[in-house]
Structure formats: C-alpha cells, structure tokens
C-alpha cells in the first residue's frame, strides 16, 4: 500500500477515556501505531519528522508536553498516536496516574485489534529505564507487535551507542533502529516498518 506520510492531520485530541474513539465508528476502526515512551524522549519530534514536517505535533524542551492521547490521522489511511510519556516525576503522582490510566486505558482497548505496531522509543543516552522494561513487558505478555527507536542517536558517542543497541537487543530479542530527528537517520526504516503493518 502506498502511503503519503506528509498528509496528517491532528483529527482526534483525548484527555479523557470517554474521548477515545470507539470501534463502532469508522475511524475508531482504522489501524493505529502508537508512540510510547518517557517524557521527553522525543515521541512527538518523531511524528514530526515521519511527515516532514517541522512543528505539527506539539514539541517541547521541557518534560510533560503531550497530555492527551492525540491520533494524527495519515493520509485517511491510518493514526499515528502520540502518547502522554511516562516518568515524568514532577508532574507530582496524582497527575502522573490519571495520564497513565488514559494511556492503559487505550493500549488495553486497542491491543490484538486496531494496534497494528507500538514504536517504543528508548533514549540513546540513557539506555532503557525500568518504565520501559515494563512496558516491553506489557507488550510481549499481550502480543502486541513493537518496533524499538533507539532515538536522539546524534547525541551519543560512538562508543555509548553500541552500548545503548546491545543493551536493548539484549533486553528485547531485537535490534532497535537508530533514529535521529536531528539527522534524518532511521526514518525511512521506521516508515517502512510502519507500511509493513498496515
Ligand atoms: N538531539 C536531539 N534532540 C531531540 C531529538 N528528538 C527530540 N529531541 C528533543 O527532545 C525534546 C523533547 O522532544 P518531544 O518530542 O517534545 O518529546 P516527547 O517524548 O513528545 O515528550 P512528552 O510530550 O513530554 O512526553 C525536544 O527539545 C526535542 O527538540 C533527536 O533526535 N535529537
Ligand atoms: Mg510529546
């Protein structure tokens, strides 16, 4: 299928589970990639630079930016979801609870159904965190098909990289893509991943 990443389109903002599209419509029914991962990673950089463009999707330097679950619909053919990132600690736990039972709540509806891929993005620099290793662990328990971005890959040296891919094909059976939306490295490889599932 061929599929025109530079047409998105922010249709769908969630801030509540009632917000979240259903099934029972037409677009609650079409294939969705999500993007998980902790705050700041770069998640939405990343929908960014799969459509070329600059500043859609919301970005910011300080953690906390993406709140909402929001479907970035792909040429009518499917949503990039951009997830609130987790382990933001001063976002102060109340907070950090309600965001990441949204984000339960949506995996949980659309796990084995209209989640064709998660892109779960881990840091270069730091390597994988016990939030991600529990959500490598949601996803293999649920076999939910994923794809590691191993992302900021401009920032590391040579050296600490090789370190971060052993480290997460170690941990997952599987060697991340590198990507760097600073660089343009693995976006292609990640859109071709993503074509492959839907
Ligand atoms: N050097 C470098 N910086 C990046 C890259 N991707 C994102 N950033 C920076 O990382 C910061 C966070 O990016 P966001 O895309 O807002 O991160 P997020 O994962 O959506 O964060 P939340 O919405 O808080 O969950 C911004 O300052 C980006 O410019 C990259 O590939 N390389
Ligand atoms: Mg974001």
Known sequence: MFVDFSKINLEITAGRKDQLPTPNRPEGRRPQVAFSGRSNVGKSSLINALAGRKSLAR?????????????????????????????????GAAAQRRFSELTDTYLNSVAGEQLKLVVQLIDCVSGPTEDDKMMIEWMTHLSVPFVIAACKADKPTKTNRAKTVAEITELTGVEPILVSVKTGEGIKALISEIIKVV
């Open 59 to 91: 970005v910011s330097s300080r953690p906390g930016k993406t709140i909402t679950v929001n479907f970035y619909d792909i040429d009518g053919k499917l949503y990039l979801v951009d997830l609130p990132g987790y382990g933001y600690a001063q976002r």
